[in-house]
């Protein structure tokens, strides 16, 4: 433990801010998103960060000498995206040598990216799909079956990872990994069979028999690792992403945080990181935050990676557990009143509204003893969250981390609720009147997709990708309502609220320049909007059609 902790703390180094020359954004749409809400023509950049908003003619008639000026050309323009929930330190250590399908419109199209990448990798090395996509964005609506992954990628051995419920091995990865019957699993693991008793190459199981599963499979150099998390921040940067919130997770070990940590200490990054750490021992929770924290306190490093308290596993006791025990919900107390006594901020993985009251009541318990207000605790997922729960989190002064996950759902699954209860899921509109602290997110990579248009579609749509409608009229937040989450909300939980998410004088000059007007353009097109400019304090990290090299 005490070499991992040292590691954290070394791999802090005051990388300065990035003071790159004053540039003059001019002719766009540019929606501040400040207290007034205005839309202004231009705005100049200096050291880093916003000098000031107005209409072309009156900052041109104040423009420092030295100063690069892009037209944006009528574009819009709107303060970075944050996302305040994805696994992106995770993801990105991997990321370079997996095949992507997300976005992927039909099974031909995934199958034909898999194809790409086997012919140009060496026949032994694994061709591995993650996560984030779901047979219901296929065209086909159907999941691949062993003969169509075996014939595009040839001899690799190959695995399909669905969410967390299900793996699709080619006969090579099965062989690869030494499984031929369900002991060779991990716990709970089965091998799937047709009706005929015939494998069909699926594996299912549990969470942790799928995460079990994934770690059998060739771990990545730190060279490999640090050009995977490059190549991941910069496609979140392609979509206006300038900034993640990185909750951890139960499958991110201490030492996975290096490449991420030798990044910022090259001033390689390019998008600001907040983290959270989880506990690496079931048990012993306590005191190993304890030792993880004592000489790494709350937001230690600097404007790029940043330290910002523990979760969303906080105790095991409590992670994916819908009936804990009361010596569970005790020890969960108990990091959380230490937590809060030693002034970290708190973040909690709960999936849904029927269990959610066993976590609330601890969280009372810790109020009552230390004023939660001050910290920006939150509680990550409720995706069918009631509005007497929302009420009851914004009593206790503890914010809600939101994602599209329901923009996955199943038809089954959405069938176990009535009408009512669907206009409710999630009640967005309630959150905004209440005031409640939201921020807008995805939970990539494992999951769902990273595209922040595409939840940020379904915030205003409702429909799941099958496009059944699951919000109702009156719990649809406006436009400008989820930029807002997706910008300040997500900002606030890490207390920089007037540092980004926002543009005016001052406020760091994190941005994106957008393919299309998100506040004028049909629904069924926002999931389609890219970037074509990023900027993230002040430097340039994503550029392509009229802004790109020519």
């Known amino acids: 433990m005490k070499r991992v902790v040292l590691f954290l703390i070394l791999g802090f180094s005051a990388l300065a801010p990035a003071q790159g020359e004053s540039l003059f954004l001019s002719h766009g749409r540019i929606l501040t998103l400040d207290d007034s809400s205005r839309i202004v023509e231009a705005l100049l950049v200096e050291d880093g960060r916003i000098a000031a908003l107005g209409s072309d003619a009156e900052l041109r008639a104040h423009l420092p000498a030295a100063v690069r000026e892009i037209d944006l050309g009528g574009r819009t323009l709107i303060p970075g995206l944050i996302d305040s929930h994805i696994h992106a330190i995770r ?51 159907r999941l691949p079956t062993q003969a169509e992954i075996e014939q595009a990628a040839g001899e690799h051995p190959v695995y399909v990872q669905m969410s967390y419920v299900g793996v699709l091995l080619s006969r090579s990865g ?39 599963l994934y770690e059998r499979l060739p771990k990545v150099t730190r060279a490999q690792a640090m050009a995977g998390t490059q190549a ?22 201490l030492d996975q945080y290096g490449a991420v940590q030798q990044l910022a200490r090259e001033g390689a990054l390019t998008l600001r990181v907040r983290y959270s750490l989880c506990p690496p021992r079931a048990g012993s929770e306590l005191a190993d935050f304890q030792a993880i924290t004592r000489d790494l306190p709350m937001g230690a490093g600097d404007d790029w990676l940043r330290f910002n ?169 406006t436009r400008e309502q989820a930029l807002r989450i997706w910008t300040q909300g997500s900002a606030w939980f890490t207390h920089e609220e007037d540092r980004r998410g926002v543009l005016k004088p001052g406020a760091w000059a994190d941005l994106a320049v957008l393919s299309e007007d998100v506040m004028t353009i049909p629904l069924e097109r926002f999931g389609n909007v890219r970037s074509l400019l990023t900027m993230v304090g002040g430097r340039i990290v994503f550029a392509e059609g009229p802004f790109g090299v020519r």
């Open 91 to 141: 993801a990105g250590l991997t990321f370079a040598h997996e095949v992507n399908w997300i976005g992927a419109p039909s099974l031909v199209e995934a199958l034909a990216r898999m194809r790409a990448v086997a012919e140009r990798m060496p026949a032994d090395q694994w061709i591995i799909v993650p996560g984030g996509w779901n047979a219901q964005q296929f065209a086909e609506r």
């Open 174 to 212: 099965f062989a690869a990994l030494g499984v031929t019957r369900d002991e060779d699993l991990p716990a709970n693991g089965r091998i799937e069979q047709d009706p005929s008793g015939r494998r069909t190459g699926w594996v299912h199981g549990d969470l942790a028999t799928i995460v079990a």
């Open 232 to 253: 991941f921040f910069r496609t979140l940067n392609s979509y206006g992403v300038t900034g993640v919130s990185d909750p951890g997770g139960h499958n991110l070990s």
């Open 309 to 477: 308290g523990i979760g969303e596993c906080v105790t095991w006791g409590l992670y994916n557990n819908d009936r804990p025990d009361a010596a569970q919900l005790a020890q969960f107390e108990a990091v959380a009143l230490w937590a809060a006594h030693a002034g970290l901020g708190l973040t909690v993985h709960w999936n849904n509204e029927a269990s959610v009251h066993y976590l609330l009541e601890a969280l009372d318990h810790v109020a009552a003893r230390v004023p939660l207000a001050p910290l920006r605790w939150s509680i990550a997922h409720v995706h069918d969250a009631q509005p007497e729960t929302l009420a009851r989190m914004k009593a206790l002064d503890v914010g809600w981390l939101m994602q599209n996950r329901l923009y996955f759902a199943a038809p089954a699954f959405l069938a176990a609720y009535d009408e009512s209860r669907l206009a409710l899921m999630p009640p967005l509109a309630t959150a905004m009147r209440l005031g409640l602290p939201t921020g807008g997110g995805t939970d990539a990579d494992r999951v769902m997709s990273y595209n922040p248009f595409t939840a940020l579609q379904w915030m205003l749509d409702g429909r799941t990708i099958a496009g059944q409608p699951t919000r109702g009229e009156g719990e649809k937040p």
